[in-house]
């Protein structure tokens, strides 16, 4: 294949990507990316394994580069699926400050009491007690 027939099919599938995208509802970009979460696994294998044929050093650093890039988008996937199916637990689920807990920046985990040990914020030991 040469250069410019890659070029071409590379300029069509992202035009085509474009026109697709653009057609979906605002609504439904969280729950389509977080289902395509199988798409990017298959991007960072197909990365590893073009990585895996590179013959020159300037091809394993283009194929470093793929799988780390793959590798970030496989992470974004899932955290943007952690932070939907948050969106849909109940009040009780969720942390003291409102987010759910496990989530990144609150939840319970993140919270300890003065003697250091998890519990909830503001919460003290009988050894903290006057």
Do not use: C, Q
């Not at 799988?67 to 996937?77: E, K, S």
């Amino acid at each position: 294949m040469s250069g410019w027939t890659a070029l071409y099919i590379f300029m069509l599938a992202a035009f085509t990507g474009y026109v697709i995208i653009a057609a979906v509802p605002v609504i439904l970009h969280t729950p389509l990316m977080s289902g395509a979460n199988f798409v990017h696994g298959i991007v960072l294998v197909g990365a590893m394994v073009t990585l895996g044929f590179a013959r020159t050093p300037l091809e394993e650093a283009i194929g470093v580069f793929a799988v780390v890039l793959a590798a970030m988008n496989v992470h974004g996937g899932y955290v943007v699926t952690v932070r939907m199916l948050a969106m849909f637990k109940s009040s009780r689920e969720r942390g003291a400050n409102g987010s759910a807990a496990g989530v990144a920046g609150g939840g319970r985990d993140d919270v300890s009491r003065a003697d250091g040990k998890p519990g909830e914020a503001g919460e003290t030991s009988a050894a903290d007690r006057p």
